[in-house]
């Protein structure tokens, strides 16, 4: 059994027997991602690609949670340090100021779509493994996979539509049809992995202390398969998920997700959160709603 390993600031990528595993590693933070966190993301799925031993890529979160988001207190000071540093040594992301033109905010999330999709664009075919919360980004995340495995228990939404815009990565219509696609996003409400495999916006949900197995046996499988026969297949299905629009898509899900940025709702959340601290605009985001769980 041949092991390889290596970590960065935010992230675990190893390599064994074919598979290679890349751990979103921020669990203090319930994985929160951030600019760098994506960029770093990008480097080990274009290297897994990019290496022959390499047949599948399963990626997971560490700690309780598979990711909850992104981190907007993080996000939003390097945006503040970058605007007053005298060089130009940051990610130029970091420049584009969360509430500035149409444009700032478009060209900003167009720099974490594109680093997310790298997931689609690589030859090899990724898992993401789902446990805990995986919640707005961390949607954005698990559903550009090509297949995605939870929990039976995990939590899986977009509770950032209550009041601040809509999933700037958008694969629930193509994975569930438009109904459930409606029902999850109109809401907010989050979905139970068991009902979420109902659904089909997950392939199947199986008990916690099984995932890891379930996961394992579906890479292992994949690992038989010569890697080009897994790109020609894995290629196929996206080339026909791009006829029906699904690149373009992601093009208009940035700019419509900007424009709920523009609403009324959202300059309340983000002054709330400016003024009181983000639990604060979080419990007045979603305590009107209660406890809603699909399927518990």
């Not at 960029?39 to 290297?47: F, H, S, V």
């Not at 010569?226 to 940035?254: F, Y």
Request: with cysteine; aromatic share 6%.
């Amino acid at each position: 059994m041949h092991k390889w390993l290596r970590s960065t600031e935010s992230i675990i990528f190893e390599i064994s027997d074919g598979i290679a595993t890349i751990t979103l590693n921020r669990p203090q933070k319930r994985n929160a991602l951030t600019r760098p966190m994506l960029a770093e993301l990008r480097q080990a799925l274009m290297e897994a690609d990019d290496r022959k031993a390499v047949r599948c890529v399963v990626l997971q979160g560490a700690g309780p949670d598979f990711c909850s988001g992104y981190d907007m207190l993080q996000n939003y000071e390097m945006r503040e340090g970058a605007r007053q540093a005298d060089g130009f040594d940051h990610d130029p992301a970091l420049y584009r100021a969360p509430v500035g033109t149409i444009d700032d905010d478009v060209w900003r999330i167009e720099r974490n779509q594109a680093d997310i999709l790298t997931m689609c664009d690589i030859h090899k075919p990724v898992i993401a493994k789902i446990h805990g919360h995986c919640v707005n980004g961390g949607t954005d995340l698990a559903l550009m996979a090509d297949i995605i495995i939870a929990a039976d228990d995990a939590r899986i939404g977009f509770p950032a539509v209550r009041a601040q815009g809509s999933p700037p990565c958008h694969m629930w219509t193509y994975l569930v049809g438009p109904q459930w696609a409606k029902r999850l996003l109109l809401t907010g409400d989050l979905i139970l992995g068991r009902e979420a495999a109902r659904i089909g916006l997950v392939l199947a949900a199986v008990a916690p202390a099984q995932l890891d197995e379930e996961v394992a046996r579906l890479a292992s499988r994949m690992a038989l398969i010569d890697a080009d026969i897994l790109a020609c297949n894995k290629r196929t299905v996206n080339i026909a998920m791009e006829l029906m629009g699904s690149r373009m898509l992601q093009r208009l899900a940035a700019e419509t997700d900007v424009r709920g940025h523009l609403a009324q709702s959202n300059r309340e959340f983000l002054r709330r959160f400016a003024d009181e601290g983000l639990g604060a605009a979080f419990r007045a985001r979603d305590e009107p709603f209660g406890k809603s769980i699909i399927g518990e």
